[in-house]
């Protein structure tokens, strides 16, 4: 009789448990398989679309891209400093004083040329004459220093602003060849996750099968 008593609690142990637990167990496992084949497909998938780049001027934008000729056009206006000096003496000419003129401001009588007295201020009007219209080179040079400071500004702005969109754009290929990268790296790896995914379901369909018949076979 006690024989009998540890039979049918064995027995009611392997069914009631063992089987149960076993059977959910391999349902479980045969799920999890499934969801693997699931992402091994779409990792074969996603391996195949491809991200191709923008053109520099699609990302950075037609209207905020420096380009060689924005960066020309800074300095297009800009004169040659001989240019400039003649333009700037061309207008001091028109407001330049003449002999009487030049005379009359400083409150004398127009200088005789025949005389010493005259001769001397007719030298030092054409002194004054010369500094108006050429004017001391340091002066000039730094006066169209002065001129092409804005032009060369701007200039310097949009080069290094180039440089920005150059290292930003670079940034953007580089990112995008290693998302291309990881695609090609998923491609390589999907048929085993798709092969591990079936075999998980093989093996839980295979084993969910004999719980199947142990279990109807031992209700025979």
Known sequence: ?????????????????????????????????????????ILLINSNLYETSKSKEDYIGK???????KIENATKELMPFEEWRKAEADKDKQTLLSL?????????AVPDPTTKNG?????????????????PATTRWNQYSEYSKSFKDKETALLKKQSQQDVRYENYLNNVSSRNASKRAQGLVSPFVMGYGLAVIASASISSAVLS????????
Do not use: P
Not at 10 to 35: A, C, D, M, P
Not at 63 to 69: D, F, I, P
Not at 100 to 108: A, D, T, V, Y
Not at 213 to 220: A, L, P, Q
């Open 100 to 108: 009487k003129e030049w005379s009359e401001k400083k409150g004398i």
């Open 119 to 135: 001769k001397a201020l007719k030298d030092e009007y054409l002194k004054y004459q010369d500094n108006f219209i050429n004017g």
């Open 213 to 220: 018949i142990e279990r109807n076979s031992r209700k025979d």
């Open 1 to 41: 009789m006690t024989y009998n008593l540890k039979m049918s609690v064995t027995e009611l142990f392997e069914r009631k448990f063992l089987f149960g637990l076993g059977r959910h167990l391999w349902n479980v496992l045969g799920v999890s398989g499934f969801i693997t084949l699931l992402t091994g497909f």
């Open 63 to 69: 209207r905020k891209l420096v380009t060689s000729e």
